[in-house]
């Protein structure tokens, strides 16, 4: 992992692609998490990968041409656009002779930097260690190979990376363990939002798509907002009133991103239930980003993955007023016929969301009616207590009360 405190570490990117087409969206993408992570970008190299090289995955010319620009650009670092297994990373800085990052490290660190309650930090925590323990098997097995495999020859070094090994995997049962713990508290703080009978919405989508300024913009939260990836680690609920007072809450949840670490979804497991638990989920979708459509196929992947795919959802598309890709947002109006247009920037359309949200929930009440003598106060404020009272009129001399159950 390289340091990015001191001063800000310079980066050149490798894109290792089959489809030239996606070569820009794919740098766009990765330069703004390498930038997130805090380090410069200088340049982007696309490599077409025509056959996968299974020690360092280029070919010998595309090293070759790697090297060059490493010594052209003087940068500290090499970041590839991929997951590198520990054996072609171990290869590549040898090659190279420079330190080597892959795509799934870069969203590690970024998790690592932003993480700021207790629950986000041990799901950092376990995360980056379940990534790097299988590199200190790769080490270990390295050495004892170098060292011809003799059964009790094993050097200082190899003693002290199987000692680093056997802490690393118990750090990461302690980790798991601290989580169950929270997983536990987050299912009994469930439950009794479910007791209040709340109907729960989440906010998912991919990240930056604009759903913590949607959440202050609908319950004048004060969730932190930025122009970067995963400015949201940790959940925010928040509870407010649609019309006639009736009651729901609306989490926002971390944001999404292709080819998400399976290390992360694993350890976010107790923070991502938030989307499977609620009643009914809103997709975010972005329409400043001009690969939104793909966005959106992670967002779903993810979300059957939690095993979320099927819960009831609303389709909204965010930015209305900044339309990155026309022929993208075309083919998503095709998709999905009953979408919701707005912009929380201008805060356009608002009111339709509002409204779709309003008719989720009633769809799941039993509307009744009960008729009260006028001076039976008592018994109207039993009502008001207990149910969402959407009308109370006078009828024939009597109270006519209409509610939900």
Same mark, same amino acid.
């Given at each position: 992992?390289?340091?990015?405190?001191?001063?800000?570490?310079?980066?050149? =990117?490798?894109?290792?692609?089959?489809?030239?087409?996606?070569?820009?969206?794919?740098?766009?993408?990765?330069?703004?998490?390498?930038?997130?992570?805090?380090?410069?970008?200088?340049s982007?190299?696309?490599?077409?990968?025509?056959?996968?090289?299974?020690? %360092?995955?280029?070919?010998?010319?595309? =090293?070759e +041409?790697?090297?060059?620009?490493?010594?052209?650009?003087?940068?500290? *670092?090499v970041?590839?656009?991929?997951?590198?297994?520990?054996?072609?990373?171990?290869?590549?800085?040898?090659?190279?002779?420079?330190?080597?990052?892959?795509?799934?490290?870069?969203?590690?660190?970024?998790?690592?930097d932003?993480?700021?309650?207790?629950e986000?930090?041990?799901?950092?925590?376990?995360?980056?260690?379940?990534?790097?323990?299988?590199?200190?098997?790769?080490?270990?097995?390295?050495?004892?190979?170098?060292?011809?495999?003799?059964?009790? /020859?094993?050097?200082?070094?190899?003693?002290?990376?199987?000692?680093?090994?056997?802490?690393?995997?118990?750090?990461?049962?302690?980790?798991?363990?601290?989580?169950?713990?929270?997983?536990?508290?987050?299912?009994?703080?469930?439950?009794?939002?479910?007791?209040?009978?709340?109907?729960?919405?989440? =906010?998912?989508?991919?990240?930056?798509?604009?759903?913590?300024?949607l959440?202050?913009?609908?319950?004048?939260?004060n969730?932190?907002?930025?122009?970067?990836?995963?400015?949201?680690?940790?959940?925010?609920?928040?509870?407010?009133?649609?019309?006639?007072?009736?009651?729901?809450?609306? %989490?926002? %949840?971390?944001g999404?991103?292709?080819?998400?670490?399976?290390?992360?979804?694993?350890?976010?497991?107790? %923070?991502?239930?938030e989307?499977?638990?609620?009643?009914?989920?809103?997709?975010?979708?972005?329409?400043? #980003?001009?690969? *939104?459509?793909?966005?959106?196929?992670?967002?779903?992947?993810?979300?059957?993955?939690?095993?979320?795919?099927?819960?009831?959802?609303?389709i909204?598309?965010?930015?209305?007023? #900044?339309?990155? #890709?026309?022929?993208?947002?075309?083919?998503?109006?095709?998709?999905?016929?009953?979408?919701?247009?707005?912009?929380?920037?201008?805060?356009?359309?608002?009111?339709?969301?509002?409204?779709?949200?309003?008719?989720?929930?009633?769809?799941?009440?039993?509307?009744?009616?009960i008729?009260?003598p006028?001076?039976?106060?008592?018994?109207? /404020?039993?009502?008001?207590?207990?149910?969402?009272?959407?009308?109370?009129?006078?009828?024939?001399?009597?109270?006519?009360? +209409?509610?939900?159950?």
């Open positions: 992992m390289i340091e990015t405190q001191d001063s800000k570490k310079k980066a050149l =990117l490798v894109i290792p692609i089959e489809d030239i087409n996606d070569s820009k969206l794919r740098i766009d993408e990765l330069s703004s998490l390498v930038k997130t992570m805090g380090l410069e970008v200088l982007a190299i696309v490599f077409k990968i025509r056959e996968f090289n299974s020690a %360092t995955m280029l070919g010998k010319g595309q =090293l +041409e790697l090297k060059d620009n490493i010594l052209y650009f003087e940068c500290d *670092c970041i590839f656009d991929t997951s590198l297994s520990p054996r072609v990373l171990r290869n590549l800085e040898n090659e190279l002779d420079i330190c080597v990052i892959d795509r799934e490290e870069v969203i590690l660190q970024i998790f690592a932003r993480a700021q309650t207790k986000a930090k041990l799901q950092v925590a376990l995360a980056r260690s379940e990534y790097s323990l299988p590199r200190l098997r790769r080490r270990w097995e390295d050495l004892s190979q170098q060292r011809g495999g003799v059964r009790g /020859s094993k050097g200082s070094g190899e003693r002290q990376l199987e000692l680093d090994k056997r802490s690393l995997s118990e750090k990461i049962v302690a980790l798991k363990r601290e989580l169950e713990e929270v997983k536990k508290i987050r299912k009994t703080q469930r439950k009794s939002r479910e007791k209040k009978d709340a109907y729960s919405f989440a =906010l998912v989508g991919y990240t930056n798509a604009g759903k913590s300024s959440l202050n913009l609908l319950t004048n939260a969730t932190l907002v930025e122009d970067k990836f995963f400015a949201t680690l940790d959940p925010t609920t928040r509870q407010f009133k649609l019309k006639n007072r009736i009651d729901v809450t609306l %989490t926002d %949840t971390v999404f991103v292709s080819n998400l670490p399976h290390h992360l979804i694993s350890a976010f497991s107790s %923070t991502l239930e989307a499977k638990y609620a009643d009914t989920l809103i997709i975010v979708i972005d329409l400043a #980003n001009p690969d *939104c459509e793909r966005c959106q196929e992670t967002t779903l992947e993810v979300l059957a993955s939690l095993g979320a795919g099927d819960n009831d959802k609303i909204v598309f965010n930015k209305i007023d #900044n339309i990155a #890709n026309d022929i993208a947002y075309q083919r998503l109006k095709v998709s999905y016929p009953n979408h919701i247009e707005i912009s929380v920037k201008e805060r356009k359309n608002i009111d339709l969301l509002l409204d779709e949200m309003y008719k989720r929930v009633l769809e799941t009440k039993k509307r009744s009616t008729y009260l006028p001076e039976d106060g008592k018994a109207l /404020s039993e009502i008001y207590r207990k149910y969402t009272v959407l009308s109370c009129t006078y009828e024939n001399d009597n109270l006519k009360v +209409e509610y939900l159950t």
